[in-house]
């Protein structure tokens, strides 16, 4: 039950920063007096539709997208007043961005939301353990097959108490629990976290035979504790962590194409898509709230960053057309641009498919 209630707030969460990015497109054209043809959430086949005047109001059955039709976008077809392609340059400008910048705004909302609630923080200095409430020993990643997770230790797991057959102790630090485990190499011993609300006690036998770059039990920890902020400072955080966000998005995908022309593999970077994205929310969603608002933000934001790169059929892609139009002061041969624009499509449906295939494999 808990497992289909995570499935439908997902698509929930995910549904909604699509709508707003639509929205926001829609209000765009709306305020450019664009002839608009239909508005629909997810991708068909439609689920449900409805038309009040001349625009269809639609939902798609695929929920990770959605697109805001406006009278002309085919640069092929005969332009008539109110078509995309007879609005100024600026009146186009605005409406493919607008749903960009929501998606940045929107993060921002959350991120505000989260800080201001109070958020999950690695302690790291004398500064942060004054801020600090609830500090704690926290697992942070659980490696798969490991004997953590056969033994049922989760991510954010809090380390309370670890117990064997000779002592026990109530860890402070990281160090308190890693000398722990390796000081009981082959032996059972007991672990008592606090998972949400609840106290649990689990038995974890510490490998003797230990995996290069991971620890005896295969968990990562780090001394974390929970921070808040007013109104106005979470304001102003949220903004630096939404720049940094996007610049180490940007250094990521600056690594993946680095590899990939040099047939290399960074450790730690991959693409993921919306399955995968599931598969990481279902581990976190019990959590707590501010897990699932700090989701949410990231999950903004991303969609927002890919948008706006520049590449064929993205908002990015349009805009790059649009600008190469400004600059040379007359229009793009209308078969290029949607020749282009097609092929980027195709591109980026492959691109979607092997990244579901990936992320299908790593569930299993």
């Known amino acids: 039950m808990a497992v289909f209630l995570n499935i439908l707030l997902f698509v929930f969460i995910l549904g909604f920063i699509v709508f707003v990015h639509e929205f926001c497109h829609f209000i765009a054209a709306k305020k450019a007096n664009a002839k608009i043809e239909e508005f629909c959430i997810g991708f068909p086949p439609r689920i449900y539709q409805t038309k009040k005047g001349k625009i269809r109001y639609s939902i798609g059955i695929i929920p990770w997208g959605g697109f805001v039709k406006i009278l002309g976008e085919d640069p092929t077809e005969k332009q008539k007043k109110g078509s995309f392609y007879t609005l100024s340059f600026w009146q186009r400008f ?7 910048i929501s998606n940045f705004l929107l993060a921002i909302i959350l991120f505000t939301i989260v800080f201001s609630l109070g958020y999950p923080k690695v302690i790291e200095s004398e500064k942060d353990l004054k801020i600090a409430k609830d500090i704690s020993i926290q697992i942070i990643y659980v490696e798969k097959n490991s004997p953590a997770e ?19 102790i109530y860890p402070k630090e990281v160090k308190d629990v890693q000398n722990f485990t390796k000081k009981y190499l082959g032996q059972k011993i007991t672990i008592e976290i606090k998972r949400k609300n609840k106290v649990l006690s689990l038995d974890v036998v510490p490998r003797k035979n230990i995996p290069k770059g991971q620890g005896p039990i295969g968990i990562m920890l780090e001394k974390t504790g929970i ?8 304001f102003i955080l949220s903004f630096k962590i939404s720049f940094n966000y996007t610049k180490l998005t940007f250094w990521g995908l600056g690594k993946l194409i680095k590899d990939a022309i040099l047939g290399t593999k960074t450790p730690g970077i991959e693409l993921t898509g919306p399955i995968g994205a599931g598969n990481f929310f279902s581990k976190i969603a019990n959590l707590g709230l501010v897990y699932i608002i700090n989701f949410a933000a990231i999950i903004s934001l991303s969609l927002g960053i890919f948008n706006a790169l520049p590449f064929p059929a993205l908002d990015g892609g349009r805009l790059l057309f649009l600008l190469i139009e400004k600059i040379k ?13 097609q092929i980027g499509f195709f591109l980026l449906i492959i691109l979607a498919i092997i990244i579901a295939i990936k992320d299908i494999r790593g569930l299993f």
Do not use: F, H
């Open 329 to 341: 002061r007359s229009p793009i041969n209308p078969k290029v641009e949607k020749t282009v624009n």
């Open 94 to 100: 605005w409406i493919i961005l607008a749903g960009v």
């Open 150 to 168: 056969k033994a049922g230790l989760a991510v954010g797991d809090k380390i309370l108490k670890m117990e064997s057959k000779k002592e026990k």
């Open 227 to 234: 921070v808040k902020y007013s109104i106005l400072k979470s």
